[in-house]
């Protein structure tokens, strides 16, 4: 049984600060990429960040200088440090990893996304 479980949203003034994590847990050998999705409501969810294993980031440009995403291999765990949050950050933000799997002796490749946690931006 494979879950990504995110935590630390909630709601916060414009101008404020959040920092998301998301915790891989079972039978995992090793994951590649991990990053973080959003969803506003009625629109299409789109990228944030995504760091691979050796640390290389990608960001939407929205968010470029405001949001810092990190990653810990070992506990294969993601964070994403959300600074100069704005109204239209607003969304639930969903963690996304590719993983390894064990499975007996076969290592099975998957990528498996988190239930989502609500981040809320406002006055």
């Known amino acids: 049984q494979v879950q990504l479980v995110e935590s630390g949203g909630g709601l916060v003034q414009p101008g404020g600060s959040l920092r998301l994590s998301c915790a891989a847990s079972g039978r995992i050998f090793s994951s590649n990429m991990m990053g973080w999705y959003r969803q506003a409501p009625g629109k299409q969810r789109e990228l944030v960040a995504t760091i691979t294993i050796l640390g290389i980031t990608n960001y939407a440009d929205s968010v470029k200088g405001r949001f810092t995403i990190s990653r810990d291999n070992a506990k294969i765990t993601v964070y994403l440090q959300m600074n100069s949050l704005k109204p239209e950050d607003t969304g639930v933000y969903y963690c996304?990893?590719?993983?390894?799997?064990?499975?007996?002796?076969?290592?099975?490749?998957?990528?498996?996304w988190g239930q989502g946690t609500q981040v809320t931006v406002s006055s």
């Open positions: 996304n990893a590719e993983l390894w799997v064990v499975d007996g002796s076969r290592h099975l490749w998957g990528n498996y």
